[in-house]
């Protein structure tokens, strides 16, 4: 396409048009200048595609585990391979752009949208999202990131006004996308429907130019989330150049309007089209004729799957099962099984492994019984909206009995639970963290009589676990798509070694987790987020809170010994990346995965921080016996804080620790770095500012005890004839929140010039 005699053609109308939806998932297209209709579907764990003009009518396609499952891999290959797995459905069935991945934080466990997010730790969420792209767009299909910011919650997510301080902001939800941007180039970024600090999002300036554009370098196109457009032109003003689905022209008119009504400049209409024009002709581009081979899809999504399993407790080796004895199956989701989420990423499959059938099909000798213990909620949006309430939320007598009595014949009981879909998806939030009472009631059942009972979540989020303790295994397998059944038996029957690992906390109870949650107080529309940085495991951290189970926590089958931390340089300059590096050895009887995480924590910090950050990981597979160099490297931001004042990341200078770790709460070995800034950076004082800043500087703390120790040697404060120069030191400390200019109080006659003195000759000293 020769863009820019294209737009020399185009009449205003037409570039308005371009601006905006066809339809559900179509760009308009326009015959005259040969301009095509782009379509963009649904993801992002499977294509979701509208046939023809049937809403509920959807075009098969395969469910690969969801982004909360994809996480728990810890395994960017995984995400990658799934990102390249979806983009041959996307062409065969002639889809450009699939609208994914969904990147939120998870700021609360209660989001019903978390199931669609990965993690709660940023870096994480962005090194992931960053290879899932990578492999969606190295097909030849565009990636949409998603949603763009701070949708963190579904309750009143239309309108609702997230106020966020600007360090949190940026290190915590925007930093994933700032690393897909920089590390994978997305084609498009969703822009979501919430307010950001009393802005929309469709209308951040801020958020869609200045950060998104000329901070980050992102060249695709912006557009809105379904029906997210406020005002549609300050909308394009701001920096989104598609609004979607179809206004029925009405944007379109206001575009035209405000242009002749010169509240519109047209050179900023034209900006848009340029890059709605590059964007058709990449979509555009890729080769269509991709054959799809159904079954090859589904065994990609079983071999993902198996990645994502969790292992979360495994009391004396109860798991692998044995191929022989008896072997409870209980639960009606052993049967009709909770593979992915609700909402507008709900795939249509054709093909789903059922758990039940795939265990009694690699049982070997041993004999499977089954009791349904409770009736799982019907997969039906009608359904729903006529019986809301889930089946099994009231025990069921008849059918836990009936479980009980095939529980106390087997050698072990595997007990299928979780979340039905009306307890979490897109358009709701949870108001608790329980699962349905009659599925609670039938594992305390099943283990009072069975000691051996296994239990087998399908969940988008954490839940409580009131019987935890009376139960000898926990497997979390989230909604890990269709080939969940196939992975979770051979999981389960020790064919695969679980290397899942946990990419949120899961808290004990609600009352322990960080955010005050907007669902909880309906008549709020401002959710402010005041735990700032603390999100997730820098909450229970900073807090010393004891989780259910940490962030990146999971088992083995087998176990893994760490040795040997090193790091590239136990000194570097601010500038400077440092590799870190060390052994793992496989030191029990089975090949598995383990995935080493290095978190980096400041020594001595002279501002607010979280006691650790992840800032690296790896996944090594090893043979019984085999050990292997785990290597990362930290970056300069590893070591960052974002300053609002600078508007910039800083690396505050001095001692850090490089803690290698198989959790958050698991740390395996730690070695020192020391970091200087190559040009250090001088303070500068004021009558405002506090001795404590003053004395973290060492010139600082010498200036002031000059000043000082000769008044404390002879003031009341030393009636006691202490020495002086010690006395100092604890006043200086004890008072160290105070302001220069409170100095003043200690005399009255002291004049306010003695301050500004002491301001000048406090800055002279610190910056020689």
Same mark, same amino acid.
């Given at each position: 396409?020769?863009?820019? =005699?294209?737009?020399?053609?185009?009449?205003?109308?037409?570039?308005?048009?371009?601006?905006?939806?066809?339809?559900?998932?179509?760009?308009?297209?326009?015959?005259?200048?040969?301009?095509?209709?782009?379509?963009?579907?649904?993801?992002?764990?499977?294509?979701?595609?509208?046939?023809?003009?049937?809403?509920?009518?959807?075009?098969?396609?395969?469910?690969?585990?969801?982004?909360?499952?994809?996480?728990?891999?810890?395994?960017?290959?995984?995400?990658?391979?799934?990102?390249?797995?979806?983009?041959?459905?996307?062409?065969?069935?002639?889809?450009?752009?699939?609208?994914?991945?969904?990147?939120?934080?998870?700021?609360?466990?209660?989001?019903?949208?978390?199931?669609?997010? &990965?993690?709660?730790?940023?870096?994480?969420?962005?090194?992931?999202?960053?290879?899932?792209?990578?492999?969606? $767009?190295?097909?030849?299909?565009?990636?949409?990131?998603?949603?763009?910011?701070?949708?963190?919650?579904?309750?009143?997510?239309?309108?609702?006004?997230?106020?966020?301080?600007?360090? =949190?902001?940026?290190?915590?939800?925007?930093?994933?996308?700032?690393?897909?941007?920089?590390?994978?180039?997305?084609?498009?970024?969703?822009?979501?429907?919430?307010?950001?600090?009393?802005?929309?999002?469709?209308?951040?300036? #801020?958020?869609?130019?200045?950060?998104?554009?000329?901070?980050?370098?992102?060249?695709?196109?912006?557009?809105?989330?379904?029906? @997210?457009?406020?005002?549609?032109?300050?909308?394009?003003?701001? /920096?989104?150049?598609?609004?979607?689905?179809?206004?029925?022209?009405?944007?379109?008119?206001?575009?035209?309007?405000?242009?002749?009504?010169? #509240?519109?400049?047209?050179?900023?209409?034209?900006?848009?089209?340029?890059?709605? !024009?590059?964007?058709?002709?990449?979509?555009?581009?890729?080769?269509?004729?991709?054959?799809?081979?159904?079954?090859?899809?589904?065994?990609?999504?079983?071999?993902?799957?198996?990645?994502?399993?969790?292992? !979360?407790?495994?009391?004396?080796?109860?798991?692998?099962?044995?191929?022989?004895?008896?072997?409870?199956?209980?639960?009606?989701?052993?049967?009709?099984? #909770?593979?992915?989420?609700?909402?507008?990423?709900?795939?249509? *499959?054709? $093909?789903?492994?059922?758990?039940?059938?795939?265990?009694?099909?690699?049982?070997?000798?041993?004999?499977?019984? &089954?009791?349904?213990?409770?009736?799982?909620?019907?997969?039906?949006?009608?359904?729903?909206?006529?019986?809301?309430?889930?089946?099994?939320?009231?025990?069921?007598?008849?059918?836990?009995?009936?479980?009980?009595?095939?529980?106390?014949?087997?050698?072990?009981?595997?007990?299928?639970?979780?979340?039905?879909?009306?307890?979490?998806?897109?358009?709701?939030?949870?108001?608790?963290?329980?699962?349905?009472?009659?599925?609670?009631?039938?594992?305390?059942?099943?283990?009072?009589?069975?000691?051996?009972?296994?239990?087998?979540?399908?969940?988008?989020?954490?839940?409580?676990?009131?019987?935890?303790?009376?139960?000898?295994?926990?497997?979390?397998?989230?909604?890990?798509?269709?080939?969940?059944?196939?992975?979770?038996?051979?999981? !389960?029957?020790?064919?695969?070694?679980?290397?899942?690992?946990?990419?949120?906390?899961?808290?004990?109870?609600?009352?322990?987790?960080?955010?005050?949650?907007?669902?909880?107080?309906?008549?709020?529309?401002?959710?402010?987020?005041?735990?700032?940085?603390?999100?997730?495991?820098?909450?229970?951290?900073?807090?010393?809170?004891?989780?259910?189970?940490?962030?990146?926590?999971?088992?083995?089958?087998?176990?893994?010994?760490?040795?040997?931390?090193?790091?590239?340089?136990?000194?570097?300059?601010?500038?400077?990346?440092?590799?870190?590096?060390?052994?793992?050895?496989?030191?029990?009887?089975?090949?598995?995965?383990?995935?080493?995480?290095? &978190?980096?924590?400041?020594?001595?910090?002279?501002?607010?921080?979280?006691?650790?950050?992840?800032?690296?990981? =790896?996944?090594?597979?090893?043979?019984?016996?085999?050990?292997?160099?785990?290597?990362?490297?930290?970056?300069?931001?590893?070591?960052?804080?974002?300053?609002?004042?600078?508007?910039?990341?800083?690396?505050?200078?001095?001692?850090?620790?490089?803690?290698?770790?198989?959790?958050?709460?698991?740390?395996?070995? *730690?070695?020192?770095?020391?970091?200087?800034?190559?040009?250090?950076?001088?303070?500068?004082?004021?009558?405002?500012?506090?001795?404590?800043?003053?004395?973290?500087?060492?010139?600082?703390?010498?200036?002031?005890?000059?000043?000082?120790? /000769?008044? *404390?040697?002879?003031?009341?404060?030393?009636?006691?004839?202490?020495?002086?120069?010690?006395?100092?030191?604890?006043?200086?400390?004890?008072?160290?929140?105070?302001?220069?200019?409170?100095?003043?109080?200690?005399?009255?006659?002291?004049?306010?010039?003695?301050?500004?003195?002491?301001?000048?000759? !406090?800055?002279? @000293?610190?910056?020689?």
């Amino acid at each position: 396409m020769d863009i820019n =005699a294209t737009m020399k053609k185009m009449t205003l109308e037409e570039k308005a048009m371009l601006c905006s939806g066809l339809n559900d998932h179509f760009t308009k297209p326009i015959p005259r200048l040969d301009i095509p209709s782009v379509d963009v579907e649904d993801g992002p764990h499977g294509l979701r595609k509208q046939m023809g003009e049937d809403t509920l009518g959807r075009h098969p396609g395969t469910c690969f585990p969801s982004d909360v499952a994809l996480a728990s891999s810890w395994n960017p290959d995984v995400a990658r391979c799934v990102g390249e797995a979806l983009s041959r459905e996307c062409l065969a069935a002639d889809v450009s752009v699939l609208l994914g991945p969904a990147m939120n934080i998870k700021r609360s466990p209660l989001c019903g949208r978390n199931f669609e997010y &990965y993690s709660e730790d940023p870096f994480q969420s962005g090194t992931m999202a960053a290879a899932y792209v990578q492999g969606l $767009q190295s097909q030849g299909t565009g990636a949409c990131m998603k949603h763009f910011a701070a949708n963190n919650q579904e309750f009143l997510r239309m309108h609702i006004d997230a106020e966020i301080d600007e360090r =949190a902001l940026r290190e915590i939800y925007l930093t994933g996308f700032e690393i897909v941007v920089k590390e994978a180039h997305p084609w498009a970024v969703m822009a979501a429907y919430n307010r950001l600090n009393g802005a929309y999002c469709t209308e951040s300036r #801020r958020l869609l130019t200045d950060i998104l554009r000329d901070e980050w370098g992102f060249d695709g196109i912006a557009m809105s989330d379904w029906g @997210a457009v406020n005002i549609r032109e300050d909308a394009l003003a701001a /920096g989104l150049e598609l609004e979607m689905p179809t206004s029925g022209g009405y944007g379109d008119r206001r575009i035209v309007a405000a242009v002749r009504e010169g #509240r519109l400049q047209e050179e900023v209409l034209d900006v848009a089209v340029e890059r709605m !024009l590059r964007f058709i002709d990449k979509a555009t581009k890729a080769k269509r004729d991709v054959n799809v081979d159904r079954q090859s899809q589904h065994a990609a999504a079983v071999k993902a799957a198996e990645e994502c399993i969790v292992l !979360l407790k495994n009391d004396r080796n109860t798991l692998p099962l044995k191929k022989q004895g008896i072997i409870a199956v209980i639960g009606g989701m052993a049967e009709t099984p #909770r593979y992915q989420g609700g909402g507008s990423s709900n795939v249509a *499959v054709e $093909q789903v492994d059922i758990p039940l059938e795939e265990m009694r099909g690699r049982a070997g000798d041993a004999k499977v019984l &089954y009791a349904e213990g409770y009736v799982t909620e019907r997969n039906d949006i009608m359904f729903q909206l006529v019986v809301p309430e889930c089946p099994c939320e009231y025990p069921d007598g008849q059918r836990i009995a009936e479980a009980v009595s095939a529980a106390k014949k087997a050698d072990c009981a595997v007990v299928f639970a979780g979340l039905p879909e009306s307890y979490e998806s897109e358009g709701g939030d949870r108001k608790h963290l329980r699962i349905p009472e009659g599925q609670t009631a039938l594992i305390e059942a099943v283990a009072a009589v069975q000691p051996n009972t296994v239990v087998v979540l399908n969940n988008g989020a954490p839940v409580e676990m009131p019987w935890l303790g009376d139960v000898a295994a926990v497997v979390e397998s989230y909604v890990c798509g269709q080939g969940f059944g196939r992975a979770v038996s051979r999981v !389960l029957f020790g064919e695969v070694n679980p290397s899942g690992k946990l990419a949120e906390t899961f808290p004990k109870s609600l009352s322990d987790t960080p955010a005050d949650f907007p669902a909880l107080a309906p008549d709020l529309e401002t959710t402010i987020y005041r735990e700032g940085i603390l999100v997730g495991y820098r909450y229970y951290d900073a807090k010393e809170i004891q989780p259910l189970f940490p962030f990146g926590h999971g088992l083995s089958y087998t176990t893994f010994a760490y040795s040997g931390l090193r790091l590239g340089s136990d000194a570097i300059f601010d500038d400077e990346t440092l590799e870190v590096a060390l052994d793992v050895a496989n030191t029990g009887e089975m090949a598995g995965a383990e995935v080493v995480q290095f &978190y980096v924590a400041k020594q001595g910090t002279a501002i607010f921080r979280p006691v650790a950050e992840l800032k690296g990981f =790896a996944k090594v597979f090893l043979k019984p016996g085999e050990t292997k160099q785990v290597s990362v490297h930290l970056p300069p931001r590893a070591f960052s804080w974002y300053d609002p004042e600078k508007a910039s990341w800083v690396v505050e200078a001095g001692g850090y620790e490089i803690r290698a770790a198989a959790s958050s709460r698991d740390i395996r070995a *730690v070695a020192v770095l020391t970091v200087s800034n190559r040009t250090p950076e001088m303070p500068r004082f004021d009558r405002n500012s506090s001795i404590g800043s003053v004395i973290r500087h060492p010139a600082g703390r010498e200036v002031m005890h000059k000043l000082l120790e /000769g008044f *404390v040697a002879t003031s009341f404060m030393n009636q006691d004839g202490q020495d002086p120069a010690v006395l100092t030191d604890v006043i200086l400390d004890r008072f160290s929140d105070m302001t220069l200019k409170s100095l003043k109080m200690l005399s009255a006659q002291t004049p306010m010039e003695v301050v500004d003195h002491l301001v000048d000759a !406090l800055n002279k @000293a610190v910056n020689r």
